[in-house]
């Protein structure tokens, strides 16, 4: 039992695959509801993407802890109608299909508030319900050249993609919290409600500053590579044995940056006095603080800057941010035992609860797993469930 959790009341069922849909669920399972995830018979398609573990996409283990998996052909009408009994008993659906998908499958609006009145209904997409472009289909990186990331993202002329998929999984995040706002006026109105969430909107509102740059003064941000945007210095720099980032560019920081650099009177050069000249002359700091970072290691410069409480930190691989004491301290990656694959570490939980923490209980599911369970709590008898194994329902 998992009533000391938050979410511990509430029952999702997911029809979402690949990223933004699941990450949001898996949001949602971490907290404690419980999240069915509903596959097609042989799973969604994001199982048969590499990275494999034995056969098991990581792609999937990723995103899917704590949730229960079972399989259903909707195209065929008995599991359209387990379908249907399995929303008219929980409090949320999830999907990021596009638009229209659900009405085609006998699940428009109207039928769903026939089947569950109270029901929250959290659909992502990449453009959102509405709008000239809300037919069309998004992965993540189109998000990213349309909302204007990539063009602020790398140096010189060629705009460059994140190195992970960030409008996604911003809009599962997205979808989460706009699910839990949802949830907390149905229990306060007893109405539930649509939570229409678009990879573009969600992308779109991180870029804050360079939007609001664009849209009142008329400028156009420039690529800046690894350069903070506001101020100088706040870089990656080289060291003797790797790279470091530093950012000691506001008013405060710059001195105790020059004196962590044995370099006090930097601070009263009148070309790097404020943060405006210091802009205007980004090139020029920039230069007299790789030579420092050059003639130390990594290690030897973290110390000096430390000292000073200049905000900095190692560019680490993945295998040194593995290994790292603070993600240890943190419980940022953790260890379940998966009925296949035996030990797996997963990422941990980032929200901290001090009264009510989420925790990772169970392992992703195999494809179908627990569809004959879920479907006894439905109601299902055994031999219901036969036939509809039979008739290629499930």
């Not at 998966?338 to 009510?356: E, T």
Request: hydrophobic share 40%; proline share 7%; glycine share 10%.
């Amino acid at each position: 039992m998992n009533s000391d959790l938050p979410l511990s009341d509430v029952r999702v069922v997911d029809l979402s695959r690949f990223i933004a849909g699941p990450f949001c669920t898996q949001i949602l399972a971490d907290m404690g509801a419980d999240v069915v995830k509903v596959e097609r018979p042989g799973g969604e398609d994001a199982r048969h993407h590499a990275p494999f573990l034995d056969g098991e996409s990581l792609y999937v283990l990723g995103l899917n802890r704590n949730k229960r998996a079972m399989t259903l052909d909707t195209r065929n009408p008995a599991a359209l109608a387990v379908l249907e009994r399995m929303i008219g008993d929980s409090d949320v659906l999830v999907e990021n299909y596009r638009p229209g998908t659900l009405a085609a499958m006998g699940l428009g609006p109207e039928r769903l508030r026939e089947l569950n009145p109270d029901l929250v209904v959290t659909s992502i997409s990449g453009f959102g319900q509405t709008g000239p472009l809300a037919h069309r289909a998004l992965f993540d990186a189109i998000a990213q050249a349309m909302s204007g990331l990539m063009s602020l993202t790398g140096e010189g002329s060629q705009p460059t993609l994140a190195g992970t998929y960030v409008a996604d999984y911003i809009a599962g995040l997205y979808g989460a919290l706009g699910t839990l706002f949802a949830l907390r006026h149905r229990d306060r109105t007893g109405q539930g409600q649509l939570v229409d969430i678009a990879s573009l909107d969600g992308l779109l509102s991180t870029l804050t500053t360079q939007v609001m740059a664009t849209a009142n003064l008329g400028t156009t941000p420039p690529r800046t590579g690894s350069r903070d945007a506001l101020n100088a210095p706040a870089n990656v720099f080289a060291a003797k044995d790797g790279h470091l980032y530093l950012h000691g560019g506001t008013n405060p920081l710059f001195p105790r940056l020059c004196l962590a650099m044995g370099r006090p009177e930097l601070a009263a050069d009148e070309r790097f006095a404020d943060v405006v000249p210091r802009m205007a002359n980004a090139r020029e700091i920039e230069e007299i603080v790789a030579a420092w970072a050059a003639s130390l290691t990594v290690e030897e410069a973290g110390a000096s800057l430390t000292a000073q409480g200049i905000p900095w930190g190692p560019v680490a691989t993945l295998p040194e941010v593995i290994a790292s004491p603070q993600v240890e301290a943190r419980d940022m990656l953790v260890t379940i035992d998966h009925p296949k694959l035996g030990p797996l570490r997963v990422p941990g939980l980032p929200i901290k609860l001090s009264g009510s923490p989420g925790r990772v209980r169970t392992p992703p599911p195999l494809v179908g797993q627990d569809t004959e369970d879920i479907l006894a709590e439905l109601g299902y008898s055994d031999s219901e469930v036969a036939a509809l194994r039979v008739d290629g329902a499930v």
